[in-house]
Nanobody, 117 residues
Framework: QVQIVESGGGLVQPGGSLRLSCVAS????????MGWYRQTPGKEREMVAT???????NYADSARGRFRISIDNAARSAFLQMDSLKPEDTAVYYC???????????WGQGTQVTVSS
């Protein structure tokens, strides 16, 4: 069964930090890249950051300089370190996994991040 499990969301004050984690099951096969996306009510899901298993990264302008994505290939895990959080970062954050060997678009269940004083 394909499974992606996210953790690490929560409530944080502006200027604070959170670290999101994502683990992909072996049923997804050989991973090409993993990424974090976010969505707020009434808006489309947007890319926050992606990383390949080779370590190449891509960031949204809103995340660059404040967020850092990393990957642990052996653990089939990706992480998003979020610093200097702003209220506009409030959203449900989703982990996405792209496989080289299994067809499909794989998403986690989402984890809520709320930035508020």
């Amino acid at each position: 069964q394909v499974q992606i499990v996210e953790s690490g969301g929560g409530l944080v004050q502006p200027g604070g930090s959170l670290r999101l984690s994502c683990v992909a099951s072996k049923s997804i096969g050989k991973i090409f890249f993993m990424g974090w996306y976010r969505q707020t009510p009434g808006k489309e899901r947007e890319m926050v950051a992606t990383i390949t298993t080779g370590g190449s990264t891509n960031y949204a302008d809103s995340a660059r300089g404040r967020f850092r994505i990393s990957i642990d290939n052996a653990a089939r895990s990706a992480f998003l370190q979020m610093d200097s959080l702003k209220p506009e970062d409030t959203a449900v954050y989703y982990c996405n996994v792209n496989s080289l060997t299994v067809d499909g678009d794989f998403w986690g269940q989402g984890t809520q991040v709320t930035v508020s004083s």
